[in-house]
């Protein structure tokens, strides 16, 4: 079965120092993965895809079929970075599509 | 244009009452979901729609219904709310099966 591991419950770091959002996937078939990031008081909102190879706010993941990773780095973390972050697996079955979260990470930027 | 809409935003109840959870897309999206989040376990599928009629079972179905009478409303009920479904519920709608999913502000429900 499908599965979706975020090791990390909250990673603390200090403005300015680089961030690695551990994500490890489990998936008989071609993965489709997502980071989404849900800040305070906020709806969940996509931040990125793999299959968009894109930099968004300054975060890049890369997808690492060989070590079934899906890592969200930033090299420069900032104050407004501080959020919830959930790695997904997108998983076709059927007609249907579904999303299998992790458990997320909490990402704390301190000065 | 709204995206999507879920409301109430929040509610107490009382152990075996029942309620009924709005979800309201204005995309024109095939697809519809429900999550429930809880501390610890991130998010989880309740249950999902593929289109105006069709419903299916999730990860944690029990406890829940749905209903997908029109395209653009997905309704979850519980019949007789338990403690162990106060959490935050989450609605999301996507138009292809393999597109990103847009998620509403959520629910927070407590039940005492």
């Known amino acids: 079965a499908q599965r979706v591991t975020q090791p990390e419950k909250l990673l603390s770091v200090f403005k300015g120092a680089p961030v690695e959002l551990k994500c490890n996937y489990s998936y008989s078939g071609s993965p489709e993965l997502f980071w989404y990031v849900q800040y305070s008081r906020q709806r969940l909102q996509l931040l990125l895809r793999h299959i968009s190879r894109e930099s968004i706010k300054g975060f890049t993941a890369d997808l690492n079929k060989g070590e079934t990773s899906f890592h969200l780095k930033k090299p420069f973390a900032q104050e407004e970075d501080s959020a919830m972050y959930y790695c997904a697996l997108l998983i076709r079955t059927g007609t249907a599509s579904k999303l299998t979260f992790g458990t997320g990470t909490r990402l704390q930027v301190t000065l | ?112």
Request: aromatic share 10%; with cysteine; glycine share 10%.
């Open chain 2, 1 to 112: 244009n709204a995206g999507v809409t879920q409301t109430p935003k929040f509610r107490v109840l009382k152990t075996g009452q029942s309620m009924t959870l709005l979800c309201a897309q204005d995309m024109n999206h095939e697809y519809m979901y429900w999550y429930r989040q809880d501390p610890g376990m991130g998010l989880r599928l309740i249950h999902y729609s593929v289109g105006e009629g069709t419903t299916a079972k999730g990860e944690v179905p029990d406890g829940y219904n749905v209903s997908r009478l029109k395209k653009q409303n997905f309704l979850l009920g519980l019949e007789s709310a338990a403690p162990s479904q106060t959490s935050v519920y989450f609605c999301a709608s996507v138009q292809g099966a393999m597109q990103p999913q847009h998620f509403g502000d959520g629910t927070r429900l407590s039940i005492l």
